[in-house]
């Protein structure tokens, strides 16, 4: 018999053309680099789950072991997470001072982390980005499942999105974006495993947050990352994130674009849309003093002591809050959806 049509066969060629599409698919979706979706849904806070309050610490360029004030953010964090109910907390990045982790094992981990933010409120998940001094380390360490072993609240990833129910935030990999740590690094050796070639990296990571802003349906949009796309801090701006990074977040409607770096705490309106920014890197040593005041017109705080921010959402409105090392609220926002809503 030449052509054999026992049912066997035929769904041995029938598995076959399965087993390669998905092989095929497999391949497309690694190619595209697309970016992990975590979910949290705040279904756990039950006298919260009917007005839909999400609430979030975020603090910034924090490890160090305690000094320069770390530890009393840390209380104060723990006090105001508690007051407020908190669902999580954003790290803005630089975790590990003065560069990252050695490895998995780093003592570090526990001295300047779980050992420093004991608070019970704050026993969350916190979801963290890396910062420049992380990179100068083992950047790979930090991403490790081994630590989510030692600590289960540690959620740490280069770049991935959170879907919240009405906001959905965007995290985003800054450093390999700033040029002058490519082409005029110093003394500095960054861990740049997984970012070669660099300009495919960028652009992927770029075309991959557009089409998820794009396809996104959440009613606030908040993109974070380390470096500043506009500060009046010792950095100031980030030119690679005004040229690269701003227009997608223009073109998408993204609501906020916060960001540590600047060790200091920070808010910045836009003159040519809604979108804010907010700087929140004060998490132990600041630069008092050290400004360079180019947003003076668009500014609307800033503060170059050591503090966190707070972050309340609901469908209609968002209130932010600074906070200073007592505690003392330095600066509130709010701003209302609910206009649109109706249209
Ligand atoms: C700790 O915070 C206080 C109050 O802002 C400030 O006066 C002091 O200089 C800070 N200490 C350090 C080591 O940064």
Redesign the pocket.
Known sequence: MALNHHPQNILKLVMAIIGLCLAISDHINLVQGELQTLTHHPVAKVQDSADGLLSFLVVGDWGRKG???QS?VAFQMGRIGEKLDIDFVISTGDNFYDKGLIDEHDPAFEDSFTNIYTATSLQKPWYTVLGNHDYRGNALAQLSPLLKLKDSKWVCLKSFILDADIAELFFIDTTPFQDNYFTDPGDQVYDWRGIFPRREYLSNLLKDLDMALRESTAKWKIVVGHHPIKSNGHHGDTQELVAQLLPILQANDVDFYINGHDHCLEHISSQDSPLQFFTSGGGS??W?GDMSAINSEATKFYYD??GFMSMQITEVDVQVLFY???GRALHKWSTSKWLYSIL
Do not use: I
């Open positions: 000094t320069y004030n009393q040593k600041a008092s002591g050591q200073d090392v007592f």
